[in-house]
Nanobody
Framework: HVQLVESGGGSVQAGGSLKLSCLAS????????MGWFRQAPGKEREGVAG???????SYADSVKGRFTISEDKDKNILHLQMNNLKSEDTAIYYC???????????????????????????????WGQGTQVTVS
């Protein structure tokens, strides 16, 4: 049973920093792709940052130069360092994993995402519950 738990959210003033973490448990296979998404009030969820099996990250234009995604594979933790936060970064932040899984006795293999797919939520199959980030 795969479970993703985000932490690190909170309230911060504009220009401040936060570091989000996502602990993954129950993984049988090493996920080939992981990402962070966010949903602001009244808006659709959008991709913020993603990282594939080759370790090369992809970022939304709105966060480039301010956010950094990283992973600790040994501990199954995904991070999102957010610097120079702006009011428009206020949202619920979700981590997501694309991972091979077992269902009905069969193994469903999911390969890594291309760079232009990393920010597409349709490609991920496991999601956390989200953590609130508020920038004032």
């Amino acid at each position: 049973h795969v479970q993703l738990v985000e932490s690190g959210g909170g309230s911060v003033q504009a220009g401040g920093s936060l570091k989000l973490s996502c602990l993954a448990s129950g993984l049988i296979y090493e996920p080939p792709s992981m990402g962070w998404f966010r949903q602001a009030p009244g808006k659709e969820r959008e991709g913020v940052a993603g990282i594939g099996g080759n370790g090369v990250p992809s970022y939304a234009d709105s966060v480039k130069g301010r956010f950094t995604i990283s992973e600790d594979k040994d501990k199954n933790i995904l991070h999102l360092q957010m610097n120079n936060l702006k009011s428009e970064d206020t949202a619920i932040y979700y981590c997501a994993i694309r991972s091979t899984y077992r269902a009905d006795g069969k193994t469903v293999v999911l390969g890594p995402l291309d760079a232009d797919e990393l920010l597409g939520e349709e490609w991920y199959n496991f999601w956390g519950q989200g953590t609130q980030v508020t920038v004032s």
